[in-house]
């Protein structure tokens, strides 16, 4: 069992956009014990898309397409799949009523272009797409599948998630596969590695172990197939328990799930409210507090203090702190701390300060430099970063550290 | 003449990392001219490389490959090429001698693995890496090319940039190529379509007009290939014109710049300082604004107020507002402006106020109900709009929205 991916996109080859929708199918697939051989990018051009088609649905059992499904003249993929399928194009009423009631919903008319986006090659089984308009495609021949998304990221996901991947596992699946994902922050993957050597060395030939990093943040991924899903699942929870005693210090979940759902978790668990007071992160800390559904529970609000005056004013940061120690400081962010408990009356407040470069620094504070302080009326916990000179590469590492700290202050405090 | 990439590594086909190697490839090749028809990625097996190499070159005139050239037992790359070409493998003492020096400089011994990595095809011309131990290698065989590069994403850019760029310049005659984007807010892509139908219709048959939407946001791309750049350049610039003419008021930038950039500039070229009273974006359009470079000379900071607790004490919003209208109500993000404006001492402030799902919505406002306004002392505008329930996408969409609301505020401005 074979897959391969097929992007197609003229701004995909002259690299205006980054290929990421490869990457998820990827990882998801993966996920679920599908092996991909193969990613290619194609332009927008009818004999590219056609001969990508050709040989992938030659050399695999799965071909995935995503891109070239727009209302717009540059998408003709559909076109070429009935070229290569031989089939007529169909009007699909179903998409039709479905793209109707979407326009009507938010108030506005459809264009003929619309209309013309609901023709499809006639041996078409659809994919419903929740996200968008355009839905995705099924077509099997010879035992072998084609399957056409949009190349909109959420659109496709939704469709991969909720479309695709029971499709393709009820007609492909064979050996019961099993994950475990164990989340860490705060050290790097090649010293996870060394930590778990001898758990790794010692694992069946069924079981393999992988770490994928982000910013500050690896995932550890065992994944196991078996005939028997049973003993598959027992060896797996065993392995798990081995490694979380080996670097329980690093592990802020054994699921996967993200740092911001498990403080979501925690802070409605112990009914504590939270408020934060950013500077060089600039609102994106609450961004991502906020990404939670059901935050509104214990987040209140924040306050951006970007400009200095902003810190003193909303704050109430001493002006001789900032003079004495400067905006970048242990004494400035554990201030900003106590300023926006009081300020926004909640239980925990996290404030973070920084460099976020590329420019902007000092021999003493180069780019990088960043101070983030948590605390509540008691106690104050803070952490200094030293980072690169890339702008979002440390708003996000910042972000993660942050989260992370936020964490270990709520499994740390004995009373909440 | 066509140019194919072909990427080595089972880390990508698993969704590990992200092939960022290819889209920098594709810009910089691209940009002088030259056309990528595909990218492939293949997994590290030794059967799987050979045949995208075989199929690369009979297919394209250059193969550029990154990947597979490290010192660690899964790079076999070179054997593979060694044994497409059908040469055998020689030591290079050039090789050699550069890493025992490297070695040396930084106080280590080399490995045996350091050896191993100076084999080399027998039919190589070496490409020298400023940046690492692997050096880049050249064949070439019936007057074709095949390029391989190490992984390492700052040693291929070296080696592309320094070397590999002005020997293919030198290798292949290439006809010019130039481009022109149009970025666009507001409207839909089908839309945007119709409105430049016949300029589309009458475009010549060496320029191609792409669309490339993204949530709320549409580029408009016209990609052109001609004898004579002049020319080229000419009919391009027309071109641009023509669609300006037609959509005007949805252009925020004729150049490949986003939306938070453009407004960067605007706010910079009129001294005006700005800050944000968020509920429902929580920080998001902060966090857009200060992701660019320089966001301090305008952007002071922000109130997010996510309880109404914070809307009344830190920006002012009546209790009778709240009451009678609701918090996501046009009266409300107006005092939120104008609370946000007294609070801050902007010149400019930006609120908004809505329900981002995926629950939470009543028959009067269902989810997806959202305000925004925009204003200074004189003038408050505000906009309603009406989404679906995806919490990510409707907090995106709504930062997209404010931010190209605050572009037409400031273009609008008659008095800055």
């Not at 031989?86 to 919903?105: P, Q, Y």
């Not at 041996?123 to 099924?138: F, H, Q, R």
């Not at 982000?214 to 328990?241: A, C, F, Q």
Request: hydrophobic letters at 40%; glycine letters at 8%.
């Amino acid at each position: 069992m074979d897959v391969q991916i097929i992007t197609i996109g003229d701004e995909i080859l002259i690299g205006q956009i980054i290929d990421t929708n490869s990457a998820w199918i990827g990882q998801l697939l993966n996920k679920h014990g599908f092996r991909i051989s193969k990613i290619v990018t194609v332009g927008d051009g009818e004999q590219e898309i056609f001969s990508a088609i050709e040989s992938g649905m030659n050399q695999s059992d799965l071909v995935l397409l995503t891109g070239g499904l727009g209302p717009t003249k540059d998408d003709i993929t559909k076109k070429v799949i009935a070229n290569y399928f031989d089939v007529e194009m169909e009007f699909s009423e179903e998409t039709w009523e479905k793209i109707s009631k979407f326009f009507k919903h938010i108030g506005r008319t459809t264009t003929p272009a619309h209309r013309e986006q609901c023709y499809m090659p006639a041996n078409v089984n659809l994919l419903y797409n929740k996200m968008g308009t355009a839905p995705g495609m099924w077509f099997e021949k010879d035992n072998k599948v084609l399957i056409s998304m949009p190349g909109v990221p959420y659109e496709m996901k939704y469709i991969m998630e909720h479309q695709v991947l029971p499709k393709i596992k009820e007609k492909f699946r064979t050996t019961p596969i099993a994950h475990r994902t164990i989340r860490t922050a705060g050290i790097g993957e090649s010293r996870i590695a060394e930590r778990v050597q001898s758990i790794e060395a010692n694992l069946p030939d069924f079981i393999k172990l992988a770490f994928l990093p982000s910013l500050g943040h690896v995932r550890l991924r065992l994944t196991g197939m078996h005939e028997s899903e049973e003993e598959l699942n027992l060896i797996l929870d065993k392995k798990v328990k081995e490694i979380e005693a080996e670097i329980s210090d690093i592990i802020y979940a054994s699921e996967d799930i993200s740092l911001e759902e498990v403080v979501n978790k925690r802070l409605i668990e112990k009914g504590l409210t939270i408020s934060t007071a950013e500077s060089c992160t600039g609102g994106y800390i609450a961004h991502r507090l906020t990404s939670v559904t059901g935050s509104s529970a214990y987040f209140k609000g924040s306050v951006i203090a970007y400009a200095n005056e902003i810190k003193m004013e909303q704050l109430n940061v001493n002006e001789e702190t900032l003079e004495k120690h400067g905006a970048v400081s242990e004494a400035t962010v554990t201030e900003m701390v106590k300023g926006c408990l009081k300020r926004m009356q909640t239980d925990i407040a996290i404030a973070t300060s920084g460099i976020m470069g590329p420019t902007g620094g000092t021999p003493n504070k180069p780019v990088g430099t960043i101070w983030i302080a948590i605390g509540n009326k008691e106690e104050i916990k803070t952490l200094k970063l030293q980072l690169g000179k890339h702008r979002l590469k440390n708003i996000e590492y910042t972000a993660n550290m942050a989260l992370n700290l936020l964490f270990k202050f709520l499994i740390d405090r004995k009373n909440p």
